[in-house]
């Protein structure tokens, strides 16, 4: 089994800053693209950003210079700062992993329960 483990989310003020976290565990052999959605309600999930197993990155156009994901493949860990937060920030986080539990072709993409952000006075 797999699991994906976020962290991170709460309640914070427009202009406030947080980091999410993401934790893989169980048993994983390599762990290749990694990243992050949202969902608000009433919503369609949508794409963050994602990495790729080198440490590089894509980030949605329109939150380019507010947030930014990065990873760390010994902990199996990938993360999202957000900073300057705004009220339309606020949804459901979610991480995502494509993983692989052998040496052979077996790669699963796997998902996380979500974190909430909640940006508001």
């Known amino acids: 089994q797999v699991q994906l483990v976020e962290s991170g989310g709460s309640l914070v003020q427009p202009g406030g800053s947080l980091r999410l976290s993401c934790v893989a565990s169980g048993s994983i052999f390599a762990i290749y693209a990694m990243g992050w959605y949202r969902q608000a309600p009433g919503k369609e999930r949508e794409l963050v950003a994602v990495?790729?197993?080198?440490?590089?990155?894509e980030h949605e156009d329109s939150l380019k210079g507010r947030f930014t994901i990065s990873r760390d493949n010994a902990k199996q860990a990938v993360y999202l700062q957000m900073d300057n937060l705004i009220p339309e920030d606020t949804a459901v986080y979610y991480c995502?992993?494509?993983?692989?539990?052998?040496?052979?072709?077996?790669?699963?993409?796997?998902w996380g329960q979500g974190t909430q952000v909640t940006v508001s006075s």
């Open positions: 990495t790729a197993s080198d440490g590089s990155s």
């Open positions: 995502s992993a494509d993983v692989a539990q052998t040496p052979y072709n077996d790669v699963r993409n796997y």
